[in-house]
């Protein structure tokens, strides 16, 4: 096996005032940011190739989702669920945990846009409660949040749900934000709630709206920066792309660049277009789901709907979703085979025509729940059945660094290390082993830290503390630029933390 070095081989808001609200109120999310915590110690993912200096007879491999075999976990089951155009509900929408409750916002469309809530114990059998909030058809008893057709609740109507817990809010009518598009007045809003439920939508100039955007976005709070992040429907010569806007407040946005900062690239195929693209902050990183379009885009001359149909025509239209990362939300990266994150099911699946992810996964024990609406047919086919679905992935389970029967090794970057131990999440087959040492700059062993000395790891674990014969560092010894050499064999490394 030929040594070599490791390289990646992927290649302005409008302002509102908040009706009812103080001018003030918003200024508690800035606030917020001076009381928040400062991250602990973040767990390397091999996403990043510059966390590796140099590897050999290694493989970095890239997971899928595992879709759960009790889909799909939400069906629709109430008269205000089954639409004409797509009958049934999915996400587009959010999912939080709470304590020992998972929260859903779900999307409806019939005869408008609906957002309906769910709530589980488990994750997997979800219950629909009588909120008694919303009139639909005349009777309040349903589990509608937001409907188009009662409007006077509310004040709006919204597309793409995206909720944000605000717990730093003093005024506990404004604990949780609701973001997304009302297709009513053409523009993206804001809506608040003291518990989720009951929601209000801020009073804003109706034409303005938090910034300008096409009819899918995706919100999230980004605890690093401490401020509210969307990303937008946009374009670019390929067909649908997306954009990145932030906010401090909720209500004052930017956009870093007026236009697309990801879309189909060269290496994609000609029928490929980005619907949108749900991200997250994840140890220190962004992670996004792009939904990917398999459908062409005309190329050339002024937009219209006949053209754009008519350069899809002949494509399959279906939607799947891949995985990207960001450092800073402008540039991305996603993996070199372009292969899907999440697939859409077989023939005559529900999922078999579009899957849409939920704006971020909930972790649940060792693995990361990723909830999705899932359509039984392709974009812009006739009477299309959704419902939702459930897919997972063990915990910092997106990449890994694997060996095979061959023993390999990668060496890190530098790294400070309070204490000789590595936290890792990794798993070996049978017979398989990971050991590590630790180097100086210049990949000498440090005395004592060798791999001999190494408490060498077997077994599949999320959290493994590595730790080597010797407890402690020598008095004498600065262990602020240290390099970790870890040796694999039949195993696979999905991070490591070291003891800062």
Not at 106 to 132: C, F, M, V
Not at 293 to 318: E, I, L, N, T, W
Request: proline letters at 5%.
């Amino acid at each position: 096996m030929n040594r070599r070095s490791f390289l990646s081989t992927s290649g302005s808001g409008l302002a509102v005032a908040a009706a009812g609200l103080s001018a003030n109120g918003w200024s508690e999310l800035a606030a917020a940011r001076k009381n928040t915590a400062s991250p602990k110690a973040r767990r390397r993912l091999f996403l990043d190739a510059s966390i590796v200096e140099e590897q050999e007879g290694l493989a970095r491999r890239f997971h899928a989702l595992e879709k759960h075999p009790a889909n799909p976990v939400l069906i629709a089951d109430r008269p205000w669920e089954t639409g004409k155009a797509v009958s049934g509900p999915y996400l587009y929408g959010t999912v939080l945990q709470e304590g020992a409750r998972l929260r859903m916002w779900y999307q409806l469309i019939n005869r408008g846009n609906h957002i309906g809530y769910a709530e589980s114990d488990d994750g997997i059998h979800w219950t629909k409660p009588d909120l008694g909030l919303i009139d639909f058809e005349g009777s309040r008893s349903n589990n509608l949040g937001i409907s188009a057709g009662d409007r006077e609740a509310t004040g709006g109507e919204c597309h793409n749900p995206g909720v944000i817990h605000c717990p730093w809010q003093a005024n506990p009518e404004r604990r949780y934000a609701l973001f997304g598009f009302d297709t009513g007045v053409g523009h993206p809003r804001v809506a608040f709630s003291p518990d989720g439920l009951r929601w209000r939508y801020a009073l804003d100039a109706g034409k303005d709206g938090l910034f300008r955007s096409s009819d899918v976005v995706n919100f999230f709070w980004d605890p690093d920066h401490r401020r509210f992040t969307a990303t937008w429907k946009t374009k670019n010569r390929r067909g649908r792309a997306v954009g990145v806007a932030w906010s401090e407040d909720g209500l004052h946005w930017t956009k870093p660049v007026d236009g697309p900062v990801f879309g189909a690239d060269d290496l994609d195929p000609d029928a490929t277009q980005i619907y949108g693209m749900p991200a997250f902050a994840y140890e220190g990183l962004y992670l996004g789901q792009p939904w990917i379009y398999h459908a062409r885009y005309f190329k050339d001359g002024p937009y219209s709907v006949a053209k754009m149909h008519d350069a899809q025509r002949d494509s399959s239209r279906h939607i799947d979703v891949q995985l990207a990362w960001s450092w800073d939300l402008v540039n991305w990266t996603r993996t070199p085979e372009r292969s899907p994150f999440l697939p859409c099911g077989p023939a005559g699946a529900f999922d078999a025509g579009m899957v849409f992810t939920a704006r971020a996964p909930v972790r649940i024990g060792d693995r990361l729940f990723f909830y999705y609406g899932g359509c039984d047919k392709a974009h812009d086919e006739k009477r299309i059945k959704a419902a939702i679905g459930l897919a997972t992935l063990r915990v910092d389970g997106f990449c890994s660094m694997s060996a095979g029967t061959d023993e390999g090794w990668l060496i890190t970057r530098r790294e400070a290390l309070r204490t000789p131990r590595l936290t890792i999440n990794a798993r070996t087959t049978k017979g398989g082993h990971i050991a590590a040492e630790l180097l100086d700059r210049d990949n000498r062993i440090v005395p004592g830290f060798s791999r001999k000395e190494c408490r060498m790891f077997q077994g599949d674990a999320i959290e493994h503390e590595l730790r080597w014969r010797n407890e402690a560092f020598p008095n004498s010894m600065d262990s602020s630029d240290l390099k970790i050499r870890f040796w694999l064999q039949d195993a696979e490394l999905f991070s490591y933390r070291a003891a800062a």
